[in-house]
């Protein structure tokens, strides 16, 4: 039996266990800005005892464990980032294999799982096979074996025994939690078995839904009071977890939890294990909200307390107008790198984008040399319909503007000018929309305001031009944008051109933003009352504002033809989706979002279109086409299955529904 199955049980660890032998991982990590926790690793340390004789070599295995930290800035490591329906590319696939997205085009199987977690296979939680969360969790079982002993690392301070401890408590929290939103019902590895322990004592079983989220609350409860608020030497220790972290993403696990996949859900009512206990609670029950509710509440307390807060542009010596600082303030929220950027609850720096930035970014001049800007991240056209009218309220409920006939061709005039290019002629629904549609999304005709601007300002700024016979058009073998629609909020405003390739200013990827958690408790609020109270409001309007819009009560109140949808529970909570979903797009949240919320059957099966890319003419690209057609199977595809070697190993796992 493979030791990846045999070295884990909650219930039946036993005191001396037989120490493991473990050749530690040896992981490369370059990073432009290196942090000193990320740059060492352990060497091939020929016995545990090694790893914790000395201070040094210990701090080493913390570095281990988070090492497993899921690079979710990469866009082929990120889960949810393709796996949905918000991203789409070409299917030549140059260069950028993407097995989230071959899920979204349903081809996940339970043979060989694509971005298997359980394991590590197939990009699941690492750049290569073995990668596994539950490898992490042993890692982290060990660390924890080791230096709770306080006859161990005599060098080491009672002070930074509980900070380590704290932080891999924490590390173990999240690969769990992580398996949880993938799998739902795990089995829980409190500490590793010994090599001697039986066949049967290491054939685990998956405990119920419920059980393993209260299990790892209870870590994070355990991990919050020894974890430091802020970090304070930036030069070493930028991206260590810290208290508002461990907050954040306790909020995160009860969001999940309180949330119609796994509260009430009657589609698992059968779903149990070999000896018949049941892995899913299918009764409904509204105090998962309230603790929902009260974590996200913590959540933002300690963030702010900590100084966290919604991120503003600085400004620039460059002469530019408000509209395109309005611009530069909602990328910012994710560009901005962490080390200034006060939003960024937590941001990952083992976690860098420059292949994001890179497959999201469109050529905007003829002297880019192509592979530098390779254009393939598209979002389809529903997801340039989800943004708001400029009024701050959904296209179709809009009273005042007249989005009927949105594919209909319309020329930009002199006032439009910093969102699209004077004299321009675009599709009327790339007009009179909210200031996160131009910051978020690239289309053809739409201005790009970047540092190199040839004008040093934004008026005579770059402007992006797609159909084929132009720059960014359709005109390269796999490295052409699928829809006509492009990412431009993941790329820093910092991005250069240059006639020998692209520079990009990397960033560490955003775990949590402060527009996140405000997000989180206005929902988990709004589910725990009979009507929406003024602190349901507050928070959605706080991110409102900084978006540029109106409050929530103005704007349905003055321009939509449900002026009181607001005013009842079922209307904020539709008005709440769809805020969360524009506010946190192309961040790897709406794939999770849509699935706890029950609606991927609803929105996954819709078809995916975009423009004619491929035409020279605008009367002729601007036509819509089906690019495809999801088939999302309801209930299987809401779980992930485990592997079917898996389930041979060890009998006494049972798999997911439908797989």
Not at 245 to 254: M, V
Not at 293 to 313: M, R, T, V
Not at 318 to 337: M, N, P
């Given at each position: 039996m493979k030791i990846n199955n045999i070295l884990f049980r909650k219930d039946t660890a036993k005191p001396g266990l037989a120490k493991l032998m473990l050749a530690i991982l040896a992981i490369v990590i370059s990073i432009s800005s290196c942090k000193k926790y990320l740059d060492i690793v352990p060497d091939n340390v020929a016995t545990i005892d090694n790893a914790f004789t000395l201070r040094n070599e210990a701090e080493k295995y913390l570095f281990t464990c988070y090492s497993f930290l899921p690079k979710d800035g990469d866009p082929l490591l990120n889960a949810g980032f393709m796996a949905s329906d918000e991203i789409w590319t070409s299917l030549d696939e140059r260069e950028f294999i993407s097995y989230g997205w071959r899920m979204a085009r349903g081809s996940q199987g339970a043979e060989n799982p694509y971005l298997d977690a359980w394991n590590g296979r197939y990009q699941g939680g690492g750049n290569g096979d073995n990668f596994g969360m539950f490898k992490a969790i042993r890692n982290c079982n060990i660390f924890l074996e080791n230096v709770q002993d306080v006859s161990k690392i005599p060098d080491l301070s009672l002070d930074e025994r509980q900070r380590w401890i704290a932080e891999v408590k924490f590390l173990k929290a999240y690969y769990n939690f992580y398996l949880l939103r993938m799998y739902g019902p795990i089995p829980i590895i409190d500490v590793n078995l010994g090599i001697s322990a039986t066949e049967e004592d290491v054939r685990v079983k998956r405990m119920p839904f419920d059980e393993c989220v209260n299990y790892v609350v209870g870590l994070l409860d355990q991990a919050i009071p020894n974890l430091p608020q802020i970090?304070?030497?930036?030069?070493?220790?930028?991206?260590?977890?810290?208290?508002?972290?461990?907050?954040?993403?306790?909020?995160?696990?009860?969001?999940?939890?309180?949330?119609?996949?796994?509260?009430?859900?009657?589609?698992?009512?059968?779903?149990?294990?070999?000896?018949?206990?049941?892995?899913?609670?299918?009764?409904?029950?509204?105090?998962?909200?309230?603790?929902?509710?009260?974590?996200?509440?913590?959540?933002?307390?300690?963030?702010?307390?900590?100084?966290?807060?919604?991120?503003?542009?600085?400004?620039?010596?460059?002469?530019?107008?408000?509209?395109?600082?309005?611009?530069?303030?909602?990328?910012?929220?994710?560009?901005?790198?962490?080390?200034?950027?006060?939003?960024?609850?937590?941001?990952?720096?083992?976690?860098r984008t420059f292949n994001m930035q890179r497959a999201a970014m469109p050529r905007l001049a003829a002297t880019v040399v192509v592979g530098s800007a390779r254009q393939q991240l598209a979002p389809p056209l529903k997801i340039a319909e989800m943004f708001y009218s400029r009024n701050g309220v959904p296209i179709n409920e809009d009273k005042t503007l007249d989005f009927t006939n949105k594919y209909t061709l319309r020329t930009a005039v002199k006032s439009e000018r910093f969102y699209v290019k004077e004299g321009y002629t675009t599709a009327r629904i790339n007009f009179d929309r909210e200031p996160r549609f131009y910051a978020d999304l690239g289309f053809d005709g739409g201005v790009w305001y970047k540092y190199d601007s040839p004008t040093n300002s934004d008026e005579g700024t770059f402007v992006l031009e797609g159909k084929s016979n132009q720059v960014a058009g359709a005109n390269n073998f796999g490295w052409y944008n699928e829809t006509g629609y492009f990412i431009k909020k993941l790329v820093d405003w910092n991005m250069i051109n240059g006639t020998n390739g692209a520079s990009y200013r990397d960033y560490p990827w955003p775990q949590v933003r402060m527009a996140d958690l405000y997000l989180m408790y206005a929902e988990a609020l709004n589910e725990t009352l009979a009507s929406p109270s003024a602190d349901v409001y507050d928070y959605i309007n706080k991110i409102r504002t900084r978006a540029g819009l109106q409050t929530v009560q103005t704007s349905w109140t003055t321009y939509s033809n449900n002026p009181g949808k607001y005013t009842s529970k079922d209307g904020m909570r539709e008005i709440i989706q769809q805020e969360r979903l524009i506010e946190m797009a192309f961040e790897g949240s709406r794939y999770w979002d849509i699935k706890r919320w029950k609606r991927a059957a609803e929105m996954f099966n819709q078809s995916i279109t975009g423009w004619s890319v491929y035409q020279p003419t605008a009367s002729e690209y601007y036509r819509v086409r089906t690019i495809f057609n999801q088939n999302f199977v309801a209930p299987r595809d809401y779980l992930w299955p485990l592997r079917t070697y898996d389930l041979t190993v060890n009998p006494k796992l049972v798999q997911n529904p439908g797989w």
């Open positions: 970090i304070t030497d930036k030069s070493t220790e930028l991206g260590r977890i810290t208290k508002p972290i461990a907050l954040a993403i306790k909020a995160k696990l009860l969001l999940t939890a309180a949330s119609p996949l796994f509260n009430g859900n009657t589609d698992y009512s059968n779903f149990r294990d070999k000896d018949g206990v049941v892995l899913f609670n299918t009764t409904y029950d509204a105090n998962k909200w309230k603790r929902a509710s009260d974590a996200a509440k913590a959540a933002i307390e300690g963030a702010e307390a900590a100084g966290f807060k919604l991120y503003q542009f600085p400004g620039t010596t460059f002469k530019l107008s408000d509209t395109t600082l309005r611009q530069l303030t909602i990328k910012g929220a994710v560009t901005e790198r962490f080390n200034v950027n006060l939003e960024h609850v937590w941001a990952n720096p083992n976690s």
